[in-house]
């Protein structure tokens, strides 16, 4: 009866706990994902004098048939796509490496969180300087080994911005993938090695016999979550390139940046966030769904 | 917890631990380079930033362009906006995570699940969504240019990541200890402030630091909701730096910008390596 009694004064106290959390994120999340989804549905733009008309499914269309639209995707795909493959390789390098033991093992690390600390908008003003065609280290590294003998205007170019981009973004996260799947390769239990060894396995094949097959849920989880965040990527192009030459780096956010602030088209912008959730949603599931059979056999 | 794990080079041939050795300072120094980069070109003077081929140690070493930097009013004004905007939010965050920790963690509260479900779905989702409606509501409350039009959000979006960190933190504290504390007359609230909050000083550190970096390096709704110079936090301002056009960048001035705003993390990151590993691990994931 007493503990009857405890039970549900520890439910309110619970939820008077709860509030303030749920008041943020209701008022500050769910709210603007809401008010996005019936923008979806108006036409508000320069048209209308900014007044909200609806429209029903017109701005769908309209996203349907913008090329532009559809070549910022296809942009925000090739990057993701690339940036993210070599990121989890050099990631899973970096972690076999420092999960061995050495001489300033903590120092490395430390120099590993660098990247991922540093905020991106400002990293990309670094970038740019290091890709910078006159001045900037990277052509005078390339020049001074004999990689190219012309310096090469870098974030001119169309595939070469795209290329200078993709740099930066994996120099800045696959330190981060490091930590992830170093955390997941410190949870493989140590016998597993030790039986491995018995059979008188040599490191490759301990690598392809334990490690790999045990850090699967961890790769699948950093692949997901990175493939997510790069298709949202703003900041990095936005300060480097913002989305030039021509469109060539533009991504869908910053498409989506430029349609609700520079073109004032309010309920387009909003179909354009919502079409783009539900394609990078398809591509997440694309992914997850064969990973998650192959983790379970 | 650091581990070793055999993987089948215990009896290590002698080179290849050097090789180890090697490839290990390797990926340090490429994870360093842009950054020390910076710091390099921030020291230089003006011809010589221009000079080619450039020099890897300056010549005449100067702090010319931080005096400079600091002499232009709105950099020191950047600076102290996003310390003092993170701190607030980290300070908030921490306070209203801990209390939905808590909950989630000890008091049996209904559709505890289902909500922690939301949050981790919730976090997936980009600025850019956020964005517009956030601007909306900004600008009918005219908030635009107070630091709460950033605290707020800054808030919120951190909160799914530190709740939680911090509730599987709280379920490894020992009940009998919050038990004796009722015995011995504590309120609820007492005992999460009195007892819990300090028992998890560690895991509160943590996640601070992580929320404080988060905050820090926002850019979107820092560019977008502060308009006024005075207003800006470091990230939207030095990024404001960047003309239309670049070939005239002042780039020794932004390069002594880029270290500076970076400077409080590299420190976070050089002292709190080890937790900060840990809090990303243990939170699973976060960009």
């Known amino acids: 009866m007493d503990a009857s009694r405890d039970r549900m004064s520890d439910q309110k106290f619970g939820f008077v706990l709860l509030t303030p959390g749920i008041m943020f994120v209701l008022c500050i999340a769910i709210y603007p994902i809401l008010r996005i989804l019936w923008l979806s549905f108006q036409t508000q733009n320069l048209g209308t004098d900014l007044h909200a008309k609806f429209s029903g499914m017109d701005n769908y269309i309209r996203v349907i048939n913008d090329g532009h639209f559809f070549q910022s995707i296809y942009t925000t795909c090739i990057f993701t796509f690339i940036a993210v493959s070599i990121e989890l390789l050099l990631g899973l390098g970096f972690a076999l490496l420092l999960n061995e033991t050495f001489r300033g093992r903590g120092f490395v690390r430390a120099c590993a969180l660098i990247p991922w600390a540093m905020p991106t908008a400002v990293l990309a003003l670094a970038w740019t300087w290091v890709f910078n065609d006159q001045f900037g280290i990277f052509n005078d590294l390339l020049i001074n080994t004999g990689i190219i003998s012309h310096p090469v205007v870098w974030l001119g170019g169309t595939t070469t911005a795209m290329f200078a981009v993709i740099f930066a973004d994996v120099w800045k996260t696959a330190p981060f993938m490091m930590i992830i799947l170093l955390a997941g390769m410190q949870n493989i239990r140590r016998d597993l090695y030790e039986a491995i060894q018995i059979d008188g396995a040599h490191s490759v094949k301990s690598f392809t016999l334990v490690t790999l097959p045990m850090l699967m849920p961890s790769i699948t989880l950093a692949l997901l979550f990175r493939i997510i965040q790069s298709f949202g990527i703003f900041d990095l192009v936005f300060v480097m390139t913002g989305g030039g030459p021509g469109n060539s780096t533009e991504t869908v956010a910053i498409y989506t940046y430029n349609t609700f602030l520079r073109y004032l088209d309010f309920g387009y912008g909003a179909a354009m966030i919502i079409v783009t959730f539900f394609i990078m949603a398809g591509l997440s599931l694309a992914i997850y769904w064969p990973l998650k059979r192959f983790n379970q056999n | ?287």
């Open chain 2, 1 to 287: 917890m650091t581990t070793k794990i055999p993987t089948g080079k215990q009896k290590t041939v002698h080179s290849s631990r050097i090789w180890l050795q090697v490839l290990a300072w390797l990926v340090a120094c490429w994870c360093i380079a842009p950054f020390v980069w910076q710091i390099i070109t921030s020291l230089k003077t003006p011809s010589e930033i221009i000079s080619i081929p450039a020099t890897l140690v300056p010549k005449h070493p100067n702090l010319s362009y931080y005096s400079a930097l600091f002499a232009r009013k709105p950099f020191a004004r950047y600076f102290l906006n996003s310390l003092f905007i993170s701190t607030v939010s980290t300070l908030l965050c921490l306070l209203f995570s801990s209390m939905a920790a808590y909950s989630f963690a000890r008091l049996r509260v209904r559709g505890a699940r289902w909500m922690s479900l939301m949050l981790v779905l919730i976090s997936l989702f980009p600025g850019i969504v956020f964005f517009f409606p956030l601007y909306e509501m900004v600008r009918v409350t005219g908030t635009a240019n107070n630091p709460i039009a950033l605290i707020i959000p800054y808030v919120t979006f951190n909160l799914p990541f530190a709740i939680l960190i911090l509730t599987s933190f709280f379920r490894t504290l020992s009940v009998e200890i919050e038990e004796a504390a009722k015995v011995d007359g504590f309120s609820r609230l007492q005992i999460l402030f009195k007892i819990v909050m300090p028992l998890s000083a560690p895991a509160l550190a943590t996640t601070g630091i992580l929320v404080f970096i988060g905050c820090w390096n926002e850019f979107l709704l820092s560019l977008t909701f502060m308009t006024r110079d005075s207003s800006k936090t470091i990230t939207a301002g030095i990024a404001s730096l960047s003309g239309a056009n670049t070939l005239e960048l002042p780039w020794g001035p932004i390069a002594a910008a880029v270290v500076i705003s970076t400077l409080p993390l590299v420190v976070l990151v050089a002292v709190f390596q080890r937790r900060i590993i840990q809090g990303l691990s243990a939170g699973g994931v976060k960009g």
